[in-house]
Structures are given as structure tokens and as C-alpha cells.
């Protein structure tokens, strides 16, 4: 089975530091992606970040990063230097390769940006 | 570049009642999505569609029916509305046909209430 665990409901952070949300996912697939949307209160969702299975270096998207480590089944999204509008719920999610053509995602974060 | 188009955006359904949310891309993706967003729950596939002409049920299929119109037009209904499907509902579209890595592209989401 696939599963996305995000263990932090909600998070907070000062603006202009950097904050990590917490990914960890269970697949028995050796071939697999794992992305992160942000849902800001306006509802839509927005792409962010993706980082295959056998990606060797960690991926980045201008102040976001993905930290991830293969053998812990982690994928942590990185926001450097926060700003109020990073204020969202992030959602992370995986699709297998195996697995058809369903994208599995977890609960969500809820991150807000203190000026 | 429109992307992933969904209509309506809000719906108030009586118990018993039938709609069809619509869902258009203009990015020539084969495959479309049908969501359903629940407080705590992440986002669960409903029915999705991996090419023009071909269907399959996700994870909570019951109670729904949709048509893969053409490449274009995924739509999904409801043929007697229940409160438990009051949700927030999203159409997308991905590209899968070169890499399973390919993200989810999303409409701005549905937002049904059954009353």
C-alpha cells in the first residue's frame, strides 16, 4: 500500500527564515515520485516540487527545496527566507510507478508566516 | 493558457438532487483526474481517466459516474446527491505518456454543499 504521512498540523515560522515541513511516505516500489502542492486560501492548488526515486541530488525550484533521504522514506519540502505569502497548506504527494495512475497525498500542513 | 478549467465553482444541492461538474484542459494531457478535498483527509481520487475512452474507479468511486467526453472534457456527476458528498471537488490533468514523473495540473476546485 501507499501512504503520505505529514505529522505537523500546523506550523509556524518568522518571515525571512527558513522552515521545513515534514514528508514520509511507505511504498514498496523501487520507481516512484514524490511532489508538493501549496494550497493558499484562495483554494487552488498550486505545484511546487517534484524528486524521483532515483534522483541522486536533491531537487530545487528557486526558494524551495526537497530533502530527500531514500532510506529514512523522507521527502522534506525546504522554504528558504519565508515570505507572508508562503502562508498555505502544503500538501505532499507520491505516485508509484506501479501504481497505476493515482497520486497518493497526505493530511497537509498548515504553514503561517509571522511579519 | 487557460490550463485546467472546472465549472461551477459553488453548487448547494437539496438530498436527492443531480449535477455534473464539468472539466476542461487545453495542455493535450491524456490523462484527467476527479478529486474530492475533506478537512484532515488530504485529497482522495475519485475516477480517473488514463487516455480518451477508458475510465477506471479510484478510492472512493461510490456514488459518482463520469464520461471521458473526448481528450479534452472529463466530466464528473452525481445522480442523487447525499451530504456526504459535500466537498470541495477537483478536475485535473497530467501528461504520463514519456514519464510517470509528469505532476497533476488542477482546476480551481468545486466547492458542493448537500444539504
Request: a neutral charge.
Amino acid at each position: 500500500a501507499q501512504k503520505i504521512t505529514q505529522t505537523q498540523p500546523g506550523m509556524f515560522v518568522q518571515e525571512k527564515e527558513a522552515v521545513t515541513l515534514d514528508c514520509t511516505y511507505d511504498t514498496s516500489d523501487q520507481s516512484y515520485g514524490l511532489f508538493w502542492y501549496k494550497q493558499p486560501s484562495s483554494g487552488e492548488m498550486i505545484f511546487l516540487i517534484y524528486q524521483g526515486s532515483y534522483d541522486e541530488q536533491n531537487a530545487t525550484e528557486g526558494r524551495y527545496s526537497l530533502n530527500f533521504q531514500k532510506a529514512r522514506k523522507s521527502a522534506n519540502l525546504v522554504i528558504s527566507a519565508s515570505q507572508l505569502g508562503d502562508s498555505a497548506m502544503y500538501f505532499c504527494a507520491m505516485r508509484a510507478d506501479n501504481y497505476g495512475q493515482n497520486f497518493v497525498f497526505g493530511p497537509g500542513t498548515r504553514l503561517s508566516v509571522l511579519p | 493558457n487557460a490550463g485546467v478549467t472546472q465549472t461551477p465553482k459553488f453548487q448547494v444541492l437539496k438530498t436527492g438532487q443531480s449535477m455534473t461538474l464539468q472539466c476542461a484542459q487545453d495542455m493535450n494531457h491524456n490523462s484527467m483526474y476527479w478529486y474530492r478535498q475533506d478537512p484532515g483527509m488530504g485529497l482522495r481520487l475519485i475516477y480517473y481517466s488514463a487516455s480518451e475512452g477508458t475510465t477506471d474507479k479510484g478510492e472512493v468511486p461510490n456514488g459518482y459516474n463520469v464520461s471521458r467526453l473526448n481528450k479534452r472534457e472529463f466530466s464528473l456527476r452525481l445522480e442523487s446527491a447525499a451530504p456526504s458528498q459535500t466537498s470541495v471537488y477537483f478536475c485535473a490533468s497530467s501528461d504520463h505518456r514519456t514519464t510517470f514523473l509528469s505532476p497533476l495540473h488542477f482546476g480551481n476546485g468545486t466547492r458542493l454543499t448537500v444539504t
